[in-house]
């Protein structure tokens, strides 16, 4: 079984990503006399739009057998064996996470471990997880 659950995008994450890429392209405009300092533009801020949407479009949970895959972009993956899940609890918290939005999904493995995450189909992913592990504990919602 491979299941695949995309994560829910803020609106607040979409208006950034635009701005920045406005911002981008308007520096650029701008900077067309200095190639310095167009080439740092270019180079440091590009940089940041590319990561910014690598983010937003490769940011995923995927369920293949008894492994919990999380990624958000290229900086973060991690493999998660669902047997280690404890809990599950709903939460709406700001903490660094691979998720985009502030309605997460806390997942408690090991004795003090979480990792929070925001699937756009949440019940559809608590189902599934509990379907590899009926032990897991589901708290609130």
Same mark, same amino acid.
């Given at each position: ?26 520096? *650029?405009?701008?900077c067309?006399?200095?190639t ?7 180079? %440091? ?6 990561? +910014?949407?690598?983010?937003? %479009? ?5 369920? @293949?057998?008894?492994? +919990? ?24 918290? @700001? +903490?660094?996470? =691979? ?5 997460? *999904?806390?997942l ?12 756009k189909?949440?019940?559809?992913? *608590?189902?599934? +997880?509990?379907?590899?592990? =009926? ?7």
């Amino acid at each position: 079984m491979k299941k695949v659950y995309k994560s829910k995008v803020a609106n607040w994450y979409i208006w950034f990503c635009a701005i920045l890429t406005v911002a981008f392209f308007g520096s *650029i405009y701008l900077c067309y006399k200095s190639t310095w300092i167009l080439l740092i533009d270019v180079v %440091l801020v590009g940089i940041g739009v590319l990561m +910014l949407y690598d983010i937003l %479009l490769h940011t995923d949970y995927t369920i @293949i057998g008894q492994k +919990l895959y999380i990624r958000c972009g290229f900086l973060f993956k991690m493999q998660l064996p669902v047997s280690d899940i404890t809990e599950i609890t709903h939460k709406s918290t @700001i +903490l660094s996470s =691979p998720a985009l939005s502030a309605k997460r *999904i806390g997942l408690r493995y090991g004795k003090k471990r979480w990792i929070y995450v925001s699937p756009k189909d949440q019940d559809g992913f *608590i189902s599934d +997880l509990k379907s590899v592990n =009926p032990n897991i504990e589901v708290l609130g919602n």
